[in-house]
């Protein structure tokens, strides 16, 4: 994603500027209250704040509370992701099996720019944060007040790309939260990503050249909704053919080609909620993981480590504190989780009940959430899993 992301804003900066905002499609233009009552006919909104002030917006798709789910969504986005495919979208095929559906939104988001005493746009330090905080924080807070609003002692968690890595943190960190979720469910699962690194080595390096610039500018946020590079890209990539072409193929370049899945008209739809902020530490964070292969917190490099952690190299996560009964389902031409790595967690998570494959070819990362096709390839098992842990 990050190569995508850094392409797209190099590449529409010159030409975005003098487009025509053409017209937004109502998808576009809906956030996630208007998607969700347009599509699921009713929604709830919450503010809710993490033990180190950041205030979180959570969503629900009422439902039976006696079985509630959470959603975690991916690096970039929000929650918006599981319902901007409309009727084909995981939100709806949810909803229509009567699920108390609830959505996380990581802090820095569109939705979660908020903290009780920093301010995003004055002080820096609000940006601080990345994978570990989003596990050890964000979705600790959100199962927490998931499971005190339903009354319920458990959970069923389904998290997607960076959603699985943050369950597995949080799962190895504050172990006594494998006792909240009744079962994880991990769409593209990403933790080691070894393999993924093999294909791509230039990403790293392309990477770490733009955080480098970053941090000399003192950009913190990157792609905000409101920002100018957030307005560029969704300029260039949804309302200028031109763009929409090349934005489709640097996304297929980064998580695997499949025409058929992303489909052209979706694209202004698309990137009206994708990409909508994060921090530039988190893009940092997963740079570390990839160019050490070692799925570890945050590298402050030798000195800050020993004071931190007391030792020079940061520790890796400890996988085998993931007790969590979880299913894995992976995707044979997804580039970014790449099978090799997947297949590894399965082997070293404790308590995989099942480790699948979306049973297409072409499928790919972005499919997960934004095929029409998913409705068919991955739907259907998700259900069935949560049929078996909520009956
Ligand atoms: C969502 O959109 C509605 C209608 O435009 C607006 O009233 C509401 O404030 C928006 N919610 C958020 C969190 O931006
Ligand atoms: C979505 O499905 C509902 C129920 O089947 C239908 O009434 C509605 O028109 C559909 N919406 C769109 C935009 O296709
Ligand atoms: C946040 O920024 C404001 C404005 O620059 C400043 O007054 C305030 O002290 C900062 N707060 C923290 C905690 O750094
Ligand atoms: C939810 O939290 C409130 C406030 O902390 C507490 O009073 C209430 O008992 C909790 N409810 C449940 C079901 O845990």
């Known amino acids: 994603m990050l190569l995508t992301i850094l392409a797209v804003i190099l590449y529409s900066a010159p030409v975005a500027l003098s487009l025509d905002n053409k017209e937004v499609p109502e998808d576009g233009r809906l956030n996630f209250t208007g998607l969700a009552l347009k599509y699921a006919g009713a929604v709830q909104e919450y503010d809710v704040t993490t033990e180190d002030g ?94 005190n609003r339903t009354g319920v002692k458990q959970l069923s968690l389904i998290g997607y790309s960076e959603g699985t890595m943050i369950a597995y943190i949080l799962a190895a960190e504050r172990p006594e939260y494998n006792d909240k979720i009744k079962v994880f469910i991990a769409m593209a699962p990403i933790c080691h990503v070894d393999k993924m690194i093999e294909r791509h080595p230039v990403l790293v390096e392309i990477g770490f050249i733009f955080i480098k610039l970053f941090k000399h500018f003192k950009v913190e946020e990157i792609a905000g909704f409101d920002s100018i590079t957030g307005a560029m890209t969704r300029s260039f990539c949804g309302h200028n053919a031109i763009g929409i072409k090349v934005c489709r193929q640097i996304l297929f370049l980064v998580s695997g080609n499949d025409p058929e899945g992303l489909i052209p008209e979706f694209m202004s739809t698309l990137f009206w909620h994708y990409p909508v902020g994060t921090s530039r530490t988190n893009l940092e964070h997963f740079l570390q993981i990839m160019a050490s292969k070692r799925f570890a917190k945050f590298d402050y490099g030798p000195v800050e480590n020993l004071r931190r952690y007391k030792s020079k190299l940061p520790p890796e996560y400890d996988l085998s504190k993931v007790t969590m009964s979880k299913y894995l389902i992976a995707a044979r031409n997804d580039r970014l989780s790449a ?53």
């Open 54 to 147: 950041y205030v979180l917006k959570i969503y629900r798709i009422p439902g039976d509370n006696t079985k509630p789910l959470l959603l975690m969504h991916g690096i970039l986005a929000t929650s918006d992701d599981f319902i901007i495919s409309g009727n084909d979208s995981l939100a709806v095929s949810l909803k229509n099996e009567g699920y108390d559906i609830w959505f996380g939104n990581y802090r820095g988001n569109r939705y979660s720019r908020r903290h009780m005493t920093l301010d995003p746009d004055a002080n820096s330090t609000f940006w601080y944060f990345g994978p570990h905080e989003h596990g050890y924080h964000d979705l600790a807070t959100s199962i927490d007040f998931v499971l």
């Open 339 to 391: 099978l090799g790595d997947s297949g590894r967690q399965a082997k070293e998570l404790p308590n995989v009940m099942e480790y699948t494959f979306v049973d297409s070819d072409s499928f790919n990362h972005i499919d997960f959430l934004w095929s029409r096709q998913s409705r068919q390839y991955v739907h259907p098992k998700v259900l069935k899993i949560l049929k078996e842990y909520n009956s």
